[in-house]
């Protein structure tokens, strides 16, 4: 274990932090202050920021692919041609949903569903969020039903509490190595972290 490196991070918005304290967690690492959580525009504003922090310290950059880019690669190059030697700048495909299906086991468990409603390949699909917000429909919890469902009529994509709903199976159930053996992005980006604690520790 490193919990001596504390590693820094910035990401799109609040479920993703959660993520990415947890992926330092589990990779024996300190979370660090976490930066962004207003927007992937936002956050591109900043980037070359974090790059320059990045020289002295470590730093784990999340966003999501969603449709920017075919691959994540030339989004990551566009985003940033130059990476600092402490930098670990990582794209879940296609959302970071993706990453939370990928281990169906314990979301099936949190959202009181059928394992088979859970997509068995999430990052083959398209919209990851409008496929956890149609697993939790299935719910036979009516509490999680109204905290992650839009409401008729509401003009919204999810759910009143859908993001705390998020954090909480984060924290308290979904586990990224397990996850990792069904997205091969978070599986890069586990270890792309690991060598990143390695090398400060």
Not at 85 to 100: G, H, K, N
Request: hydrophobic share 45%.
């Amino acid at each position: 274990m490193s919990q001596h490196v504390v590693v820094s991070a910035a990401v799109e918005g609040l479920a993703d932090e959660a993520v990415v304290r947890k992926l330092i967690l589990t990779a024996g690492a300190h979370p660090g202050p976490v930066y962004g959580k207003s927007g992937k525009p936002a956050l591109r504003t900043r980037i070359n920021g974090f790059n320059n922090a990045a020289r002295h310290a470590p730093w784990l950059v999340l966003i999501d692919l969603n449709g920017d880019e075919d691959c994540a690669p030339p989004l990551r190059a566009s985003w940033l041609p130059a990476p600092a030697p402490l930098i670990c700048f990582r794209v879940a495909v296609r959302q970071v949903e993706a990453w939370l299906m990928a281990d169906g086991e314990q979301l099936a468990k949190y959202l009181s569903v059928a394992g088979k409603h859970v997509p068995g390949d999430p990052e083959s699909v398209p919209n990851a969020k409008v496929a956890m917000v149609n697993v939790a429909r299935r719910s036979r919890r009516r509490a999680i039903r109204e905290d992650m469902v839009p409401r008729e009529g509401s003009g919204r994509s999810v759910g009143p509490a859908y993001t705390s709903r998020l954090i909480e199976y984060i924290e308290a159930g979904w586990r990224p190595a397990v996850a990792a053996a069904r997205s091969e992005s978070l599986r890069r980006a586990i270890a792309c972290l690991e060598r990143l604690i390695e090398a400060s520790s």
